[in-house]
T-cell receptor, first 111, second 110 residues
Framework: KNEVEQSPQNLTAQEGEFITINCSYS?????LHWLQQHPGGGIVSLFMLSSGKKKHGRLIATINIQEKHSSLHITASHPRDSAVYICAVRREPGNTGKLIFGQGTTLQVKP | EADIYQTPRYLVIGTGKKITLECSQT?????MYWYQQDPGMELHLIHY???????EKGDLSSESTVSRIRTEHFPLTLESARPSHTSQYLCASMGGNTIYFGEGSWLTVV
């Protein structure tokens, strides 16, 4: 079993829909990252969370440390949101920065 | 806008050739990483560095080697490429709590 599990693996939505991607992890962490990877490989950091909730534009990320679970929400989805969304955790202890990655969720938003 | 650059972006080489993938960042970050990613699969850490003259192997065994002679430069070398090395290689650096990725280098060994 992977230490970081994402669901769903694939997601197709219609433009405008509210989208949720889930991430569960089984190790102690110091932080959790949500990343976005577009076709061609480039990866962009969306959020870094250690507790609570963060919002940036139409994206919202939450984390529940006790339940070892995080969610990424996209409101009013748009075709340009189509990408692979990756959850990655920074394992405790220390601040090595080494990340453990989930397998990614491939999102397609249709117009 | 992230200031981390990888070259080449795409490379096709023959078996047995030596290749070096370049990675440079202008943000002054001490922590740098090389990840390997096969299509549709998750990223795996193959090398990391916490600063000049500091390099460690990652969780995924790799026949590649790295060096860190300057803070801004973290090249990855394959002494003798094989078809099993065909993959995407992503360089990253971390500053504060944010991780920055390069665009990736797609390597095909024929």
């Amino acid at each position: 079993k992977n230490e970081v599990e994402q669901s769903p693996q694939n997601l197709t939505a219609q433009e405008g829909e509210f989208i949720t991607i889930n991430c569960s992890y089984s190790v102690g962490i110091s932080a959790l990252h949500w990343l976005q990877q577009h076709p061609g490989g480039g990866i962009v950091s969306l959020f870094m969370l250690s507790s609570g909730k963060k919002k940036h534009g139409r994206l919202i990320a939450t984390i529940n440390i006790q339940e070892k679970h995080s969610s990424l929400h996209i409101t009013a989805s748009h075709p340009r949101d189509s990408a692979v969304y990756i959850c990655a955790v920074r394992r405790e202890p220390g601040n090595t920065g080494k990340l453990i990655f989930g397998q990614g969720t491939t999102l397609q938003v249709k117009p | 806008e992230a200031d981390i650059y990888q070259t080449p972006r795409y490379l096709v080489i023959g078996t047995g050739k030596k290749i070096t993938l370049e990675c440079s960042q202008t943000m002054g970050h001490d922590k740098m990483y090389w990840y390997q990613q096969d299509p549709g699969m998750e990223l795996h850490l193959i090398h990391y560095s916490y600063g000049v003259n500091s390099t460690e192997k990652g969780d995924l065994s790799s026949e590649s080697t790295v060096s860190r002679i300057r803070t801004e430069h973290f090249p990855l070398t394959l002494e003798s490429a094989r078809p099993s090395h065909t993959s995407q290689y992503l360089c990253a650096s971390m500053g504060g709590n944010t991780i920055y990725f390069g665009e990736g280098s797609w390597l095909t060994v024929v």
